[in-house]
């Protein structure tokens, strides 16, 4: 590896460091009896109202349709995440002390297949909140599910609900992209190193 592709792994492993203390995704909901709104944030080891007492709020509304209440305790996500960003600030100071491109190459896919792998359990979780109802909820609507968007915003009944990445997922995002440039450069610069090698000889 080369010393800006290192750099940029460096970076891109630091970058981890940051998912500790700001949310990864946010879900909002408007409704004219909620004109401010009302939240959540999605940490990496816990679950938090946007404003103080949203969770609450939102549990509560939750238990009139039907869905299950949001605990963050008993989230097992929340307890290995923690982890895995450990993993990936660690890992990645080991591809840059070792400098090889093979490490890196699997640090970028372990990278993909794990953001890949938390949005699609992302959505089954909204799936399963809001399609596994309680059949002795105060307000049923036959036939009316409850999951929020994985990405954009959707109208639930009365509520306008929005889900996207915050900092923290943004982060993340930005520790894939310069993994993947770092990786290119890499290749490009041997690549053309190789090439020059045969007029060198010639030469």
Known sequence: MHTTSKLLVLVASLLFVALYFV???????????????IGLY????????MRPNNLESMNILNHYIGMKAIVPESIPELRIMPYIAGFFILSG????????????T???????????????????????????LDPNAAIKIPGMAYQPPLIGTKQILNFRATSLPHL??????????LAAV??????????????????????
Do not use: F
């Open 93 to 104: 100071l080991v591809v840059v002390l070792r400098k090889k491109r093979s490490l890196l």
């Open 106 to 132: 699997a640090w970028l896919i372990l990278l993909v297949v794990t953001g890949s792998v938390g949005l699609v359990d992302y959505y089954l979780w909204g799936y399963d909140y809001g399609h596994n």
């Open 168 to 177: 923290g997922g943004y982060l993340y995002l930005a520790s894939i992209l």
């Open 182 to 203: 770092a990786w290119y450069l890499d290749v490009k610069r041997d690549t053309r190193a190789n090439s020059q090698q045969p007029a060198s000889a010639i030469g």
């Open 42 to 49: 999605i940490w990496i080891n816990e679950i938090s109202g």
């Open 23 to 37: 949310p990864l995704w946010q879900i909002t909901m408007l409704a004219p009896q909620y004109p401010e709104g």
